[in-house]
């Protein structure tokens, strides 16, 4: 039996909230003519979709994703994946585990964030390009067929709402990411099957779960 477990990016597996804040303030300061910085940005920009964030800084145009690109790249130079990726991914891998990323990133912009390194320990990664975002399960199902896998042999780690309503819809196991972007209680609410509130062991977490056959909830 083939199992996989499926991973959202930010947030999980990459620590990329001062990264999203520096390419908003930064993007804002370019199409506004005035220096904007993070301590400038509303509360909750971290997870609040990009064109809601810069009406509520005066920019009701049209963004640019050559402008939003350069702002990435600038912002993403000093994110890093956290300290327990590595080791996580290779235990998985060992363990004959298929791996996949649903993102609602770029291609070209999971590459800034991904050393080399990690990413050839994913065996899939579905991006923004390439099918319906979150919450629409399409990703994750999109993954999983790559990967020749059954919704019901598989888990979904994520730190949004959304994740958590796309794993639902896929049929997935879904895993709250209690130290990503969003309140633990709020991925509860959204229907988490198990909201982790710490990494800690998290291979160990992950191979357990997706070795019990439990059927996505």
Request: charged share 20%.
């Amino acid at each position: 039996m083939k199992r996989a477990v499926l991973f959202d990016l930010d947030g999980v597996l990459v620590d990329s909230r001062h990264a999203q804040l520096a390419t908003l303030a930064g993007f804002a300061t370019s199409v506004l003519g005035r220096r904007v910085t993070v301590a400038d940005l509303p509360t909750e920009a971290a997870t609040t979709p990009r064109e809601h964030v810069l009406a509520e800084l005066g920019y009701a145009g049209v963004i640019s994703e050559d402008g939003w690109d350069a702002a990435t790249a600038t912002a993403t130079l000093s994110t890093e994946v956290f300290p327990f990726v590595a080791d996580t991914l290779s235990a998985l891998r060992a363990a004959d585990v298929g791996t996949g990323i649903v993102t609602l990133r770029s291609r070209e912009r999971v590459n800034w964030l991904l050393p080399p390194g990690i990413l050839d320990l994913i065996d899939v990664v579905v991006c923004y390009e390439d099918a319906a975002p979150k919450p629409a399960p399409d990703g994750l199902l999109l993954a999983l067929d790559k990967l020749g896998v059954v919704p019901g042999d598989a888990v979904f780690v994520g730190d949004m709402e959304s994740d958590m309503h796309a794993a639902r819809a896929a049929s997935v196991t879904s895993i709250g990411s209690g130290w990503g972007f969003s309140d633990p209680s709020a991925l509860t609410r959204a229907g988490a099957a198990l909201v982790l509130p710490r990494a800690d062991d998290l291979a160990g977490t992950l191979l357990s779960l997706a070795g019990t056959g439990r059927r996505g909830r």
